[in-house]
């Protein structure tokens, strides 16, 4: 199985900007920063933090614990080289598979009347795996910056955080950090890591406004 770069890098060097741009790359991966995210999402919406919870299992089933399963099992079987599906070639298919899991998620998020802004966010990931399968039959973009900034602005629209709250300037630096760790992997360019964050963030704001929530 071929190994993506960051696994070469590592071997070739070792150094601590290597050791903390892989970490970062693996660790910002959007499937891994789903959770989180729509859990401080759900309960901010939710009327307690039972409805809350259950919102979150929900939405984590179709977004998270179903995709990780299907990559890994196309791991597994050497239908993609690499986790972060690396290869443009290879992006087709979890893609397309990922649309159909967010769209069933968006039927049952909308049959069981969960709260407006839970079943906008399930919208997005069905919006942002659109944009991005498209894009991907002609051109490389990078989907963590994509995600993560999809992530970063559900939580802007949300808490609708002041100038001084530390979501306003850790969330710019999360998505800086995501696409720096992919340039330096040489998994993408700096057009195809800023690509990302735009499309990530004009998805967000157009679903929200779509549902009414802006």
Known sequence: MKEDGSAELHRRSGGVTDLVMITASRLLNPLYLTPPTVLAISLRVSPNAASGFRWFLIYACFSTLIPLADLS????????????????????????FGLIYAS??????????????????????????TVAMAVTLGWKVSLHTMGNSLLATLLFLVYRPGWSHPLTWSLPCL?????????????????????????????????FALFGLM
């Open 73 to 96: 099992w196309r791991l597994k079987t050497g239908r993609i080289s690499d986790w972060h599906i690396s290869r443009r070639e290879e992006r087709l298919k979890p893609l397309l």
């Open 104 to 129: 069933l998620g968006t039927l049952t998020m909308l049959t069981l009347r969960a709260p407006l802004e839970i079943s906008a966010c399930m919208v997005t990931g069905l919006a942002t795996g």
């Open 175 to 207: 998505i800086a950090l995501t696409g720096s760790s992919r340039v330096y992997l040489r998994q993408h360019t700096i057009c195809q890591v800023i690509a990302g964050s735009a499309l990530g963030a004009i998805v967000g704001l157009s679903v």
